[in-house]
């Protein structure tokens, strides 16, 4: 309803809302049917999320100084991580990792992403593939979902003529994963999810 009253789609159009959790991201599709009513047309659940992303922290050989340095900059005290004794190491980096996002402002994360695209390159790519993969796969989603369209007598001839409109939101924590790239270089960001998406419809 939310994303809805800000994205009013007609019959025939598409809202496809990501909510990236921890472990699961859920592709929820929403249209209006033909008497007005809003209807959740599909709804699907993949075991690929952000959770991946803080995994990969693990192997990141300057992860731990980004983390210093933004603890460092908005004079944030981490219990382990900027007191003594240590308890950083590659298997505490993904726990670390959450405690700066969950103590982070919404204006402090553009910084923080660029200093992980300046000093754990290793992490960007990550990132990219964990998106880009989401994207292809919602690209499959959709090309499914049109053929389903097409197919079925419920759908107005009119609607199944037209090229298809699709609205694509996030929610969520997690979908703050997809804010890295568009940090970094919004064109480029755009371009490349565009074209994962595209792909995974079969261009």
Do not use: H
């Amino acid at each position: 309803n939310y994303f809805l009253e800000d994205l009013p789609v007609r019959p025939g159009e598409l809202l496809m809302i990501f909510d990236v959790r921890g472990s699961t991201t859920d592709i929820s599709v929403l249209s209006q049917m033909e008497g007005g009513g809003k209807a959740m047309i599909k709804q699907n659940s993949i075991r690929w999320a952000a959770q991946r992303l803080a995994f990969a922290t693990r192997y990141s050989k300057n992860f731990q100084s980004v983390l210093l340095r933004m603890c460092e900059k908005k004079k944030i005290k981490i219990e382990g991580l900027n007191t003594t004794p240590s308890k950083y190491s590659e298997n505490t980096a993904p726990f670390y990792f959450v405690q700066l996002i969950d103590r982070l402002e919404d204006s402090d994360f553009p910084d923080f992403y660029r200093l992980i695209a300046a000093e754990c390159k290793e992490l960007m790519s990550v990132n990219l593939y964990v998106t880009g993969l989401i994207m292809y796969y919602a690209g499959q989603l959709t090309l499914k979902m049109r053929e389903e369209m097409l197919r079925s007598e419920d759908v107005p001839v009119i609607i199944k003529n037209m090229p298809p409109k699709i609205y694509i939101a996030f929610a969520g924590k997690g979908a703050r994963i997809f804010d890295w790239f568009e940090t970094i270089n919004t064109k480029a960001a755009n371009e490349y999810y565009t074209q994962k998406f595209i792909r995974g419809i079969g261009e």
